[in-house]
């Protein structure tokens, strides 16, 4: 079982930084493959990134990509995420999740979820 616990969320403007972390409970968050996903008001979920359990491979969303950066730090059990130059587009739940086999964008193949974190990006 792994529990875990998203943060950092807020509201920013637009071109801003924030940085989201996910905290993990249990000793095996290191033989977890990770992801972000999120949800937007009256929108599907939607995949954002994903780390391995090792962090050393990363994949992100087109819409993301050379913006946010993924990563981990197993020695502390969190899950990061750096989003950088935000547009309002990107206003959304922010939600970590946990997979021991699956890696890549498909949310139905994940094994746990966060609670999620709400981000706002002001025009």
């Known amino acids: 079982q792994v529990q875990l616990v998203e943060s950092g969320g807020g509201l920013v403007q637009a071109g801003g930084s924030l940085r989201l972390s996910c905290a993990a409970s249990?000793?095996?968050?290191?033989?977890?493959?990770m992801g972000w996903f999120r949800q937007a008001p009256g929108k599907e979920r939607e995949f954002v990134a994903v780390?391995?359990?090792?962090?050393?491979?990363?994949s992100y969303s087109d819409s993301v990509k050379g913006r946010f950066t993924i990563s981990r730090d197993n020695a502390k059990n969190t899950l990061y995420l750096q989003m950088n130059s935000l547009k309002p587009e990107d206003t959304a739940v922010y939600y970590c999740?946990?997979?021991?086999?699956?890696?890549?964008?498909?949310?139905?193949?994940?094994?746990?979820w966060g609670q999620g974190t709400q981000v706002t990006v002001s025009s």
């Open positions: 999740a946990a997979s021991r086999i699956y890696y890549g964008g498909r949310g139905y193949d994940y094994d746990y």
């Open positions: 249990g000793r095996t968050f290191s033989s977890y493959n």
């Open positions: 780390i391995n359990w090792s962090g050393v491979v990363t």
